[in-house]
């Protein structure tokens, strides 16, 4: 299941295909099992009392979006817990600028290698949302975002297990980090939920929402940047082209019937679009 651009065909979609791994399997593992060490350590960071008002704010928050009483511990799973903690530990800016993980790793000086230091610092880029599972990778998974439409090699702390009960094409909602500079393998950072194939439609439904309140999800596929521009710039071509201007002032009624024309408009130039496409690939 792909969300598909309107200038795209079905007949025409392809699965993507995630960049070759630069870790071998035994480098991944020593990885994952140093990537686990330091996250306890931030954990316990996190958890210190300096970052407890910070920290109970936002656990309050995700008890009330629940429906709950303010007392989080009482309205929130772990894993809803676990999901709070990890937003804040990898995301959340201080006072100062810095994610509580850059100041983590600050503090740590030159207690951390060369290599902690660059794995913890990679962990600031976080790729959240719902995937497609693709197909297994040795003891990781491939899976698509929905949203930026790119293939990630993932692993997981807990190995292959972290994905008992996902077939090709289930689907989870989850956060990503790399494990490595090049960001060719990524991990599991915080709960891992899953969601059957039949989902899909719903679940395809919420991205596009996501995407309509936040484009800037679309921002780590170039592809998609590119059409982005494209799309923003014949828009405005056709309302130069009706209008005669980009910038008017009219009566309420005279204003909606103009919007209402351009949305009409280009309602009819995608349909003659995606005709187009399924006649030259039929």
Known sequence: MRLRSAARPASVVSRPVPPP??????????????GAELKRELVDFVEEPRFERQVRGLLLG??????GPLEATVRLDEGDVAAVLDRFALQHRLPG??????????CR????SG???AL????CTVVEGVFELLHRDGDGVVLHHLADDLAYRVHANVGRRAFTGLRPGAFTACRLVPLDTDQSVWQISGPLLKFPKDQGPELAGIVVQQITAAPQLLDRNPHLRERARQVQA????AFLDLAGTDTVVLPPDEARELLQEHALRRHRRDVSRRRTDRGAFS
Request: proline residues 0%.
């Open 21 to 34: 791994s630069a870790l071998d399997a035994g480098e991944i593992r020593r990885r994952l099992r140093r």
């Open 234 to 237: 014949e828009d405005r071509a």
């Open 62 to 67: 995700a008890a009330d979006q629940h429906g």
């Open 115 to 117: 290599e902690d230091r």
């Open 97 to 106: 600028g810095r994610t509580v993980v850059e100041e983590f790793t600050a």
């Open 109 to 112: 000086g030159s207690s951390l």
């Open 120 to 123: 913890l610092l990679g962990w």
